[in-house]
């Protein structure tokens, strides 16, 4: 019976017997010496094999010595430089050079390297006996060359224990001053159940932190094997770990600010942290190089990584790929020519920056287009390997760059969503098309144009690469995968549901509180003052908004949420941002929350991030982010004035809520409407972890639960776009062009003709484009003009768009689209009446009121957006109404007032619901969703039509009120819901 019991010894055999079937000799642990961890025999043997003139020069210098000598060298080297180092770039012992390992050749042409290639000998050895003061051994050692590169603790589940108790047992019973287990002395240390896996690269006793390594938040499941066997199967084989070894396992030397408390400023510390390629980065990357090797230049791939997924590494590798990727090993020129990184902000353009060149092997490979635009076209003119700029920089060139019709490029964009709009797009492909030869080819209009289409369609000679969290439908279309169906998919996906599962990323949305501001206004004027509807509403919650009774009322609810909750979090280290909708409310809060931090004697201040300058009607003070932080006595960088204790808050306004990384923010205070990517990437600066910080803390005053939720729920896993757009819808829009009769054919031709003559004189584009504006100033009103410059923008957009997928064989549709871009810009729009309301009405009351103190859990589930609209721009005149309606229909929605006494009759109309046995009856039973809310309503309003006669008032509040009535019955029927659920 007792052969029939699972055991972790079984486990390890299963293991050991694939390892020995893929070339790995296992090897008893009496062969390793503990003291200078290595097998022995294994060392000198590959030595003597591959190397064996540099062996006989050793022999010679050090005799009978030469075996223990070499040995010892070998052992300091990786004990001083790492395991990577040394396995990498040789050991040298007397002036000879020798190599602990070769890896394989990236072509056929040197058959003795692919002989020294497959003179590498890999092993294993199972209970490893590593320690040099007790008899603990680790589970399975696997060795390169008789030099360790990975250990593991294995757990068969069958036995009660799983990977957990492997992490356990490196904490606490492996002792990282042990040689072996010290840190850069093995590549990754992994422990390994049936179904997932773990793994560190520095042992640090009991702070040790621990990454899962799996395929998916669930391994899949594998027919016949154990579901953690990619491991074995995937990562560990020995072509796959020297790939490891050769191009991703690497030595970060990374850099931190921290507040030093000794000499009270913001100090740097360094430190170096060792990378192993997580199995979605490793997997990215195998895959585009086959993916690559096989499509050739010319092709566009979404990778949709969120934050945490390591995206400058994946970055970063991927680059160094490319500059050493042929179809074939028999090519003798690489598939890219140069390799081109973009970014959309110069922050991260250094970070980016610094972890591309970090990964190179040589110097001289990695180059940062810091001087403009034209020390950029002579990187690209000379063939420099890897380019790194930022979007901005790019389109300046696309005049200038010559020869290089006949070079290949790899553009990757980081944040493809934001970097991708047409115009900036084309002129990014215009700089890598143009050929020598065009300079010396005679005018034509028609070969101008075609050179205009072909700079916008995917091109043969360049591929992109765009990384983004949260791809738009465009940025599908244009960069996604296209399937046979016709719908579009990103090429490779690390989601944000398993980054938050694996810990790399907090869930922002697990403390979500969402206040209301419940406000009456009144019209102090008397007189009848017809405005813009939409226009007129939102100047009312602009004035509510900016009204200092408003400001001083959210700024106390923030510092109270603050002080009492947030401050204790992260060892009271937390920090808290105040994000609004202008750069005047930045300002106005920044007053405001300092002037009651003061109030309340606090320690510490807040700091203020905007850009420009702001000035205040009737104020002659300039407020800028400087001058302000000056006042509380910070002068620098706001990002490191965060850092020191004194600034724990800090107000922004479009700033710092994309590409703005610290870990000590903890609470957010949003004021400010937000949607879809928007929302996601400025809740995400919560969302990064660090050693004390469990959670994160929104309090909004601005957006509604749910489409919060539904903004990040899009993104949640994966994103994909159902069809693709389609084409014809452009010459729909022309026809509707062509029906307002206001130009010819014979125009649009003639404008083309002058805009593409490269000895035009300006002045002759502007009378065709006059004599087009001049017939639109003729129709018949406002309305008609303005719906024909919509369905002008329409056009202008969508082709831009289409341009980028599309290579469109239709010359005309070229020329409509630069006949109208420029007629475009002489087309004004109707001027909208300035409406200023704020010397006409005046805020009576104002209550603001916590909703909501939670968001639904997202649900695993994808997102598939429908398709791209393309409807036609069309005019819709604004409504008007008199300003006192306007003022009657926000407070009849905002101007909630519920006294203590109304407080009692909504409990009473809960409490009469919750205990009414057929409405529990017909909720409970097997109705649809539909059908329950309309019961429960029908109730609803039966329970307030009792209350007519005893509570007439309340009764009446709610008749005359909808707004308030369809609130309070929306609140109990959801509490109805969640008590039923539990």
Known sequence: MSDLKPTEKKFENHIEKYFNSIEYKSIHYE??????????????????????????????AYGEEVESKVLDRISSEISRRGVIDVLRNQVSD???????????????LNPDH?????????????????????????????????IPIVTMELKNQLTGQNYKHSENQYRFDRDPKEPLLQFKRVLVHFCVDNNQVSMTTNLKGGKTRFFPYNKDIENP???????????????????SLLDVIENFAHISNEKEYYYNEEKQTVDTKKFDVQIFPRYHQLELIRNLKEQIKNDGAGNNYLIQHTTGSGKSYSIGWLSHLLT????????????????????????????????????????????GAEKGSKELREFLEKGKDIIITTIQ????????IVALGDKKFAVIIDEVHSSQNGELSKELKRTLTRNEDDEEEDFTLESYLEEQIQTRGRQKHISFFGFTGTPKEKTLEIFGTKLPDNKFKPFHVYSMRQSIHEGYTLDVLQNYSTYKRYFKVKEVKEDAIEIDTAQGTKEIFNYVDSHQITIDNKVKIILDHFFNKSSKEIQGKSRGMIVVKTRKLCVQYFKEINRQLDERKSKFKCLVGFSGEVKFKGDPERYTEKGLNLTIGHDGDVPLGLKNPKYRLLVVANKFQTGFDEPMLQSMYIDKPLKDVQCVQTLSRLNRTMSGKASTFVLDFANDPEAVRFSFQKFYQEVGLEEETDPNTLYNIQTSIDEFKIFSGEQVDMFCSIFFDKDRE??????????????????????????????????IRLYSYLSQIINFSDVELEKKYIFYRYLSKKLRPKTKEKVNIEHLIDLESLRIQKLHDQIDPLEKIDHEYEGIKTTVGTFTPPAKDLLSEIIETINSRYGINLTDDDKVNIDTVRQKIFED??????????????????????????VILSLLKDRFDFYKKLDENSGLKNLIFDKIYKDYKESKNK
């Not at 090519?331 to 902000?345: A, E, G, L, N, Q």
């Not at 920089?393 to 200038?400: A, M, Q």
Request: with cysteine; proline share 2%.
């Open 31 to 60: 062969k390793y010496d503990r003291t200078l961890c290595l097998i022995k025999d294994e060392v000198l043997d590959f030595i003597k094999k591959s190397q064996k003139e540099k062996w006989d020069t050793l022999k010679d």
């Open 94 to 108: 007397r002036g000879v050079y020798l190599d602990l390992c070769y890896f394989e050749p990236k072509s056929d």
């Open 114 to 146: 692919f002989s020294l290639f497959e003179s590498n000998q890999f092993s294993l050895v199972r209970q490893l006996h590593y320690s040099t003061k007790n008899e603990n051994s680790i589970d399975m050692g696997l060795f390169l060359n008789g």
């Open 221 to 239: 499941p594998v027919e016949n094997d154990y579901r953690s066997s990619y491991l074995w199967k995937e990562v560990l084989n020995p072509n």
């Open 324 to 367: 050493s990727l042929y179809k074939s090993k028999d090519d003798k020129r690489r598939i890219f020519d140069s390799i081109i990184v973009v970014t959309d902000r110069t922050n991260l353009d250094d970070q980016l920056r610094g972890t591309v060149k970090s990964l190179s092997k040589v110097d001289g490979v990695v180059f």
């Open 393 to 400: 920089k790019f389109p300046y060139i696309s005049e200038d």
């Open 762 to 795: 300006e002045g002759n584009l502007h009378p065709v484009l006059d004599e087009v504006v001049d017939n639109w100033n003729e129709l018949d009103d406002d309305e008609q003009r303005e719906d024909f410059r919509l369905k002008v923008a329409s056009y």
């Open 917 to 942: 046995e057929e409405i529990e009856k017909y909720m409970n039973g097997a109705n649809s969703e539909q059908n329950k809310q309309d019961y429960f309503k029908k109730q609803f309003d039966n």
